[in-house]
């Protein structure tokens, strides 16, 4: 009995040594972790005023890019107003300006206002215009390519009145009409809302007129690729046919690298578009790239032709223009540098059938492969 006990007592020893050494580890570890704690307040508090000013400072210069990207397209907003209230100004001093400038204050205004996107789009992009010759003398329907923003249409129309004496008259959506201060500026302008018959009373009357088939939806949900999205619109075929006007196809080189939809929740955009027909798809760029516009030679008025064939005819017209002078996919960059050296398109080879941007059959892009015809919805164009 004793002989057990006295050869149980080790084995208790060495539990009992084993409990404490495990408590005096435990316990030398909740105290460093305690230590550790306190001294980790301490030194945020101590030094929170610091870490907060140079957190502060990198967020702000690591987010400033993406902050100016979405800013910039506020100052074509701001130019708009500017160009709002030359308006207002010039009709509230209207009695002075016949007097002493122009026999018609809002021809005043007109000019007063192009000088300014002139002077604009010759600074931030050194804006040019390449086919002047083809301009007939009478009047004509332009059709241009839209971009995010139709910054591009701006500069033409300011660059015409300047140094062409030529006013044009554009049609814009009915949406620009309710922006609040906008509509003294368009009606100034001469921009309408046009129906067919509208647009044709304004050929017939002289005036050369600019419509963009593709309209908001383009500009909205088009990309750096450069297809149009006309879908099956002939409103303008139509108008030309009834004022009995040449066609000028129109195209911009880099409009869609100067600003840029966003491509993320593009179908939320589209399906909010196709609901109430207001375009919030965010726009971002600004950006100061090379920005040249590109008229191609008149399509004369012809009596036998269809408005479908009419589309068609002038669809092909904007795609060659796009083919000759436009990288696909667009590059920012490549827009930047041509500000400093304009590199000519590389023409690509005659044996490589290329897909083409729009090929409008009524909007359809389709190519063979294999003797697979591919049919992309996403493609279709549309014409107003």
């Known amino acids: 009995m ?17 409990l404490l050494k495990k408590f005096d580890y435990e316990t030398t570890n909740d105290f460093v972790q305690v230590a550790i704690s306190v001294a980790g307040i301490y030194m945020t508090f101590y030094l929170m ?9 990198w967020l702000t210069w690591f987010l400033t890019p993406v902050i100016v990207t979405f800013l910039l397209p506020a100052v074509i907003i701001i130019l708009i107003y500017i160009s709002s209230i030359i308006f207002h100004l010039y009709r509230l001093y209207r009695l002075r300006v016949v007097a002493g400038v122009q026999s018609d204050w809002r021809h005043a205004a007109r000019l007063a206002v192009c000088a300014l996107w002139d002077a604009h789009g010759w600074l931030w992009h050194g804006y040019e215009i390449r086919g002047l010759e083809n301009i007939p003398d009478g009047p004509f329907l332009v059709i241009y390519y839209h971009g995010a923003l139709p910054i591009d249409m701006y500069y033409f129309i300011a660059r015409m009145l300047l140094f062409k004496r030529r006013h044009i008259h554009t049609v814009a959506d009915r949406i620009l009409f309710k922006i609040p201060g906008w ?37 909205q949900f088009g990309d750096h690729h450069y297809r149009l999205n006309w879908k099956s619109r002939v409103g303008f075929a139509k108008v030309a046919l009834e004022a009995k006007v040449p066609i000028v196809p129109m195209f911009t080189q880099n409009v869609r690298e100067a600003f840029r939809t966003v491509g993320w929740l593009r179908n939320v955009w589209l399906r909010v578009y196709a609901a109430i027909r207001v375009p919030l798809a965010p726009v971002y760029g600004g950006f100061p790239v090379k920005l040249v516009t590109h008229l191609g030679p008149a399509i004369p008025y012809d009596p036998e032709a269809t408005p479908d064939q009419l589309q068609k005819k002038v669809a092909q017209a904007i795609e060659d223009l796009i083919e000759e002078h436009q990288r696909i996919p667009g590059s920012i960059f490549l827009a930047l540098a041509e500000r400093i050296q304009e590199r000519p398109k590389q023409k690509k080879s005659s044996n490589t059938k290329q897909l083409s941007n729009g090929k409008c059959q009524n909007g359809d892009v389709r190519t063979k492969q294999n003797g697979v015809t591919d049919s992309s919805q996403s493609d279709k164009a549309k014409v107003s």
Not at 49 to 57: N, Q
């Open 183 to 219: 509509k003294a500026l368009l009606e100034g302008l001469c921009v309408i809302p046009g129906t067919v018959q509208t647009c044709a009373s304004v050929l017939k009357a002289g005036n050369p007129l600019a419509i963009s088939p593709g309209g908001v939806y383009e500009a």
């Open 2 to 18: 004793v002989e057990t006990q006295c050869a149980a007592r080790p084995v208790k020893a060495y539990i009992m040594s084993d």
């Open 49 to 57: 005023e610091y870490v907060d000013t140079e957190y502060s400072l």
